[in-house]
Nanobody
Framework: QVQLVESGGGLVQAGGSLRLSCAASGSIFSINRLGWYRQAPGKQRELVAT???????NYAESAKGRFTISGDSARNTVYLQMNSLKPEDTAVYYC??????????WGQGLQVTVSS
């Protein structure tokens, strides 16, 4: 059974940085997109950033210029470097792997708290 294991969350002051990591244990057939989503209290889960197997990246407007996604679909790993963090970035962050037939795999969620 495939599991996505996340690490790197925590508490940071506004303006600080965190690097989130996610690795899959087990084999996932034909991953074509890796991503990060987040869910703040009382809000719906939202996309933060994605990267496809050809290296194309996509960012939410709120993440542009501050966050960088990187990953390796062959090694089943994805990272999110978050700089210049703001209190409004506080949320539970989830990594997501999607394969070529549309199956989605989710991590367990990482708490990121940014204090003002």
């Amino acid at each position: 059974q495939v599991q996505l294991v996340e690490s790197g969350g925590g508490l940071v002051q506004a303006g600080g940085s965190l690097r989130l990591s996610c690795a899959a244990s087990g084999s996932i057939f034909s991953i074509n997109r890796l991503g990060w989503y987040r869910q703040a209290p009382g809000k719906q889960r939202e996309l933060v950033a994605t990267i496809t197997s050809d290296g194309t990246t996509n960012y939410a407007e709120s993440a542009k210029g501050r966050f960088t996604i990187s990953g390796d679909s062959a090694r089943n790993t994805v990272y999110l470097q978050m700089n210049s963090l703001k209190p409004e970035d506080t949320a539970v962050y989830y990594c997501n792997f999607r394969n070529s037939i549309g199956a989605n795999y989710w991590g367990q969620g990482l708490q990121v708290t940014v204090s003002s």
